[in-house]
């Protein structure tokens, strides 16, 4: 399993670096839903099966596809690959990738010191489910109230303006 | 002797008596743009009249069944209270102080009737009344303090009304830079007093008087540094506000306000603040005899300086006010030398005769339209009969025109102990007699010039009997007062001095030169009436050598430097203001206040920097959030 | 199951949220930079469960799918704001929306 593990780790890499890099939005979505995948079975090999399901259910399946709309609403044209093509000059990546890079540094030089492992062991659905409406049920609620408020706020900012009314035209 | 059988003892009401123009005051000040002029009228004099009925009564009771030790304490309420410092609102009547609300209650009583009259045209009538009960009210609280705190309260008050007083005219700018002069150069004897109050609070712990005075006179022995400390200090205070040397110069200028308070402040009661204030203090005087030294040379400087700047006036209050001054200076003289009631007597009497001086120079002004110059008056005698007749009065009394005057009393009892006690010496009575020389030589110039000679100018009325009427009674006194109190030589009977003992200590005498007493009062009486002569001479046969002898090259120098007050006026203009006002242009913007500048400076620099960073780009935040992270993590992990 | 460091998960973890980091500071499309939150957000749900399973518990999957949840409500509600935004400015330039600087 370990080698599954650093497989699908480097396909995860490597279609999240495709996914910054790419001019085309719907190029950048597949690859994005790649990257997914590849965590998806990176969950399994951790042990975490209903991670993975809900992964590729919800993340790829749901939020990629809500993504997939909004683009396709969007419509842009070639236009937009030009401008993308103007922003993206190389000596654009040098900042941030100096500053990603610096940050990244530290974290390896934290995590370097701990050495325990994980993965030994699958934690399964039914042990889950316990947990969740045990002692985090409080979290439940709030989240379902998130998802509430997510979806009466993207109603409201969705809306049309209402089309001008003709007594202003006289 | 109890005139009214009633069960309080009148001695209660004593606290009435400043608090009677205290309450007129409010009443005009809040109330006073509303009420009619003779409203303002009643409650402005009304409050004075009641506060001298009250002190009848109460001296009726002083004198009729005296209080053990001739001493009243009467306290209201406790002040403030800090550690074992607790200064009452307290008042304190003996002797000294009865005589000084006497004077205050009374003369101030005729003046506010006068101005009911003088001031009828002003617009500020109310307003004027308001001042003067303020004015009245702290005099009051002054002379009754019991404690040097509230004797201060008392003083700075006086010196406020003063300075709403004499720029009672505000409009006019000159007004108010008299006020404004008077206000300044008594501040600084003000300050010299205050710090004088603090040398003796810090040693002996106590400001009430008496308490102060026998602790000083055990803890301190005579002579040493720190009576003399105190007590120049306290002389610093009385020098500012009884207008002596070097602080005189601000009273001529004074005569910018109405006359009725030249004659109330600064001639009957304010500028003798000082005169009071070191007789109430005497024990700490005494114990310092050079500071009584400098009080004696004080006064006998002064007296002679005031008198040769009265000779060259030509503004009727100018002389009055040099004179006040030169006055003034005899009673500093008899307390540096030692006689305490003599000089008492003397401010009384004065106080009756100056008074009476101004109001009549008031009622001359009045009827001539606001004229103060002399040389444009003449001839008013027979256009002005009362005012001729009480003025010819105050001044033979300042004069002190022999036996027939009160003038010649006091002056007299002066003179003859600056000569006789154990501190005087000849030097000072020959000063006292020198200026008494010059006395009634400008008293009778200012005479002549204004009532005889030809007419220059034309009365166009008569004033009145609210005019009138105070002048009269002030004359009376000026000529029937001076007989409470009869020299040994001339009858001995010494009713007023005697009974100022129970406060104040009697002067002490050479014995051997007490019998010199008859000649020094023949001497005396034959220089008063050399010098109405020898003025007469001068104004009235021989005008046109006089006019010469003025006009000559050292006339005419002396002439202009007495005229201008020995010029202290330009001295301390080079000494202090100059360098003051050259001080404050080059500071203008406060040099202290260019750090606080400064820090506003930096924020605001800060801030223009620091706006560059709020671009409005959203990945120039994230790019924020990211570096503050990177800095956190590294500091994290490495420091 | 074979075991996998701790290590090597997180700094699979960190790799990927730089790169999303990354992605965020570099592009100037709306729609990108929210690709790349995405991104970021999904390796911070990686690290969860990393940990849950190192410690063998069901609270890295808890913590997890509350991470999922946020995710839709803010990609749904951040959607509709692009749309927003794109109606008033006809364009998807994130320099554009710039009025509060200063």
């Known amino acids: 399993m370990n080698v599954v593990f650093y497989i699908s780790a480097g396909i995860a890499v490597v279609s999240t670096l495709m996914v910054i890099t790419r001019l085309n939005a719907v190029h950048a979505l597949i690859y994005l839903i790649i990257s997914l995948l590849a965590m998806a079975v990176i969950f399994y090999t951790l042990g975490a099966p209903f991670a993975a399901a809900l992964e590729i259910i919800i993340y790829a399946g749901a939020i990629m596809v809500l993504f997939v709309f909004v683009v396709m609403m969007l419509n842009l044209g070639p236009a937009t690959l030009e401008q993308e093509r103007r922003w993206l000059r190389p000596k654009m990546w040098l900042g941030p990738s100096l500053l990603a890079g610096v940050l990244l540094a530290e974290l390896i030089y934290m995590l370097a010191r701990v050495h325990p492992s994980a993965g030994g062991k699958m934690v399964g659905t039914k042990l889950l489910g316990l947990t969740l409406f045990g002692p985090y049920l409080l979290g439940v609620e709030l989240a379902s109230l998130l998802l509430l408020a997510g979806l009466v706020g993207a109603y409201h900012l969705g809306l049309r303006p209402p089309p001008q009314s003709h007594r202003e035209g006289e | 002797m109890r005139l009214v059988k009633c069960g309080v003892d009148m001695l209660e009401l004593l606290w009435l008596i400043p608090a009677l123009p205290f309450a007129g005051f409010v009443v005009l000040a809040l109330a006073g743009g509303r009420l009619s002029r003779s409203a303002a009228a009643v409650v402005g004099a009304g409050s004075v009249g009641l506060s001298a009925i009250v002190m009848v009564l109460v001296a009726f009771e002083f004198l009729g069944t005296p209080p053990p030790h001739q001493m009243y304490s009467q306290t209201i309420w406790i002040w403030l209270r800090v550690g074992s410092f607790a200064p009452a609102i307290a008042f304190y009547l003996d002797s000294l102080s009865l005589v000084m609300i006497f004077v205050i209650t009374f003369v101030g009583f005729l003046i506010h009737l006068y101005s009911t009259e003088f001031m009828i045209d002003d617009e500020g009538y109310s307003r004027f009344f308001a001042y003067m009960n303020l004015f009245v009210g702290s005099m009051l609280t002054l002379v009754l303090a019991d404690n040097l705190l509230l004797l201060y309260l008392g003083w700075e008050g006086v010196g406020l009304c003063s300075y709403l007083l004499i720029g009672f005219w505000y409009t006019e700018p000159a007004n108010g830079y008299a006020a404004r002069k008077a206000f300044v150069v008594t501040r600084v004897g003000d300050a010299a007093m205050a710090v004088g109050l603090y040398l003796l609070f810090t040693r002996l712990d106590t400001l009430q008087i008496q308490d102060l005075m026998t602790r000083a006179a055990h803890a301190w022995p005579a002579g040493s540094a720190l009576p003399v400390a105190a007590a120049l200090l306290l002389l610093g205070g009385a020098v500012g506000k009884s207008a002596q040397l070097p602080l005189q110069t601000w009273l001529p200028d004074a005569m910018a306000g109405p006359t009725p308070v030249s004659a109330l402040i600064h001639a009957a009661t304010m500028v003798t603040a000082g005169v009071y204030l070191i007789a109430r203090t005497h024990v700490l005087f005494t114990l310092a005899p050079a500071v009584m030294a400098v009080v004696a040379i004080v006064g006998a400087v002064t007296l002679l300086l005031a008198g040769f700047s009265g000779l060259t006036q030509w503004d009727i209050k100018r002389v009055l006010a040099y004179s006040t001054i030169s006055q003034i200076g005899y009673m500093f003289l008899a307390l540096g030398v030692g006689a305490w009631t003599a000089g008492i007597f003397h401010f009384m009497i004065h106080a009756f005769f100056k008074a009476l001086l101004f109001l009549g120079a008031g009622s001359i002004i009045i009827v001539l339209d606001h004229e103060h110059n002399m040389f ?54 020959l000063a006292g007699v020198v200026g008494a020389l010059l006395t009634s030589m400008y008293t009778f110039r200012m005479v002549f010039i204004t009532f005889f000679g030809p007419p220059h100018a034309q009365a166009d009325h008569r004033p009145g009997f609210r005019i009138n009427l105070p002048l009269v009674v002030l004359a009376v006194l000026s000529l029937a007062a001076g007989f409470i109190n009869l020299p040994a030589s001339l009858g001995n009977l010494p009713l007023f001095s005697d009974f100022l003992h129970s406060a104040l200590p009697p002067a002490s005498i050479l014995p051997a030169k007490a019998g010199y007493e008859g000649l020094l009062a023949l001497i005396s009486s034959v220089v008063s009436v050399l010098g109405i002569f020898i003025i007469y001479l001068f104004t009235m046969r021989y005008r046109r050598l006089t006019e010469k002898l003025a006009n000559s090259s050292v006339g005419g120098v002396l002439h202009r430097f007495w005229l201008a007050g020995w010029r202290f006026d330009r001295l301390y203009d080079r000494l202090v203001v100059r360098p003051y006002v050259w001080l404050a242009r080059i500071d203008k913007d406060d040099v202290v206040d260019l750090f606080f500048d400064g820090i506003a400076w930096v924020n605001r620099m800060g801030w223009r920097a620091l706006s560059f960073s709020q671009s409005g780009h959203l990945r120039w935040y994230a790019a924020g959030m990211a570096i503050g992270a990177a800095v956190f993590m590294g500091m994290v992990v490495f420091l | 199951m074979a ?100």
């Open chain 3, 3 to 102: 075991a996998v460091p701790v290590s090597h998960g997180l700094i699979l973890a960190g790799i990927l949220f730089m790169l999303g980091l990354s992605g965020v500071l570099v592009r100037r499309n709306i729609i990108f930079i929210l690709f790349c939150i995405e991104i970021m957000l999904n390796a911070a749900g990686l690290a969860f469960i990393v940990a849950g399973s190192r410690w063998e518990s069901a609270d890295g999957q808890v913590m997890f799918i509350f991470i999922l949840c946020m995710a839709a409500a803010e990609v749904s509600v951040g959607l509709a704001l692009v749309l927003q935004l794109y109606r008033s400015m006809r364009t998807l330039d994130a320099d554009a929306a710039s009025e509060m600087r200063g």
């Open chain 2, 376 to 429: 444009k008056m003449g001839g008013l005698r027979r256009q002005l009969p009362v005012t001729f007749w009480t003025f010819l009065a105050g001044a033979g009394a300042l004069s002190a025109v022999p036996l027939i005057t009160s003038g010649f009393y006091s002056k007299d009892l002066i003179i003859w102990q600056s000569y006789a006690s154990t501190k005087g010496s000849v030097w000072l009575w």
